[in-house]
């Protein structure tokens, strides 16, 4: 895996999921503890930007009262709207401070809906950058990094999903998504083992073994 070819795409790491009183955290706090998705997600960050892959963030953002968005929604963004969630100039909205963006991040403007590609630039970048690879990460694992899984395989990217870095709503839908869902379009991986291909590490120690046999 060349880290010049990759980049890491960090999903909704926003307060009202991330974070302790916003409002979507109580619904995923279970899976966030039990995948250890947060801390994984940190050290992630810090080892990928450290060996040159490009760092994404796709945060959701809302005008106040839900403009972009039809006036009656329904499934998914019905729970955003009924929550008060995403809402532009608010808290809850923010990436989360322990994940703030840092010089040479990209972020991502626009997403109003759950594929990352669907009202982004997302694909101007990636291949304006010649990105081969995209990595997941984030929130709903059954919603939006599954949408954009789906689309960025459809395109043509080789993409993985960091089973270990993402959270949904419960244990059941979790364990589903990434055993059903995730292997059919994106090759799951946790956040060791794509640091593992991303570093070199895990081929070398292969070639070396090979080499010496």
């Known amino acids: 895996m060349n880290p010049q070819k990759t980049a890491l795409v960090l999903i909704e790491y926003q307060n009202d999921f991330t974070s302790p009183g916003g409002s979507l955290h109580d619904a995923v706090k279970g899976v966030m503890d039990s995948t250890n998705m947060l801390a994984n997600t940190l050290d992630l960050v810090a080892k990928a930007r450290e060996a040159g892959a490009i760092i994404i963030h796709s945060p959701i953002s809302f005008q106040e009262g839900y403009f972009e ?56 970048i990636l291949r304006s950058k010649g990105i081969e690879t995209i990595a997941l990460g984030g929130f709903l694992t059954n919603c939006c990094v599954e949408s954009t ?18 959270a949904t709503l419960s244990e059941e839908e979790q364990a589903f998504a990434c055993a059903k869902n995730f292997p059919m379009f994106s090759k799951p991986m946790t956040h060791s083992q794509f640091l593992d291909d991303l570093t070199g590490e895990a081929v070398q120690e292969v070639e070396t073994r090979g080499y010496s046999a």
């Open 69 to 124: 968005i039809t006036k009656h929604p329904y499934g998914i963004l019905k729970g955003v709207v009924d929550s008060k969630s995403f809402r532009k100039g608010s808290w809850g909205v923010d990436i989360i401070d322990s994940l703030a963006p840092q010089s040479g991040d990209i972020v991502l403007e626009g997403k109003r809906g759950l594929d990352a590609f669907a009202s982004t630039n997302l694909d101007f």
């Open 149 to 166: 899984m789906r689309s960025g395989y459809e395109k043509g990217f080789e993409v993985i999903t960091l089973t270990d870095c993402t």
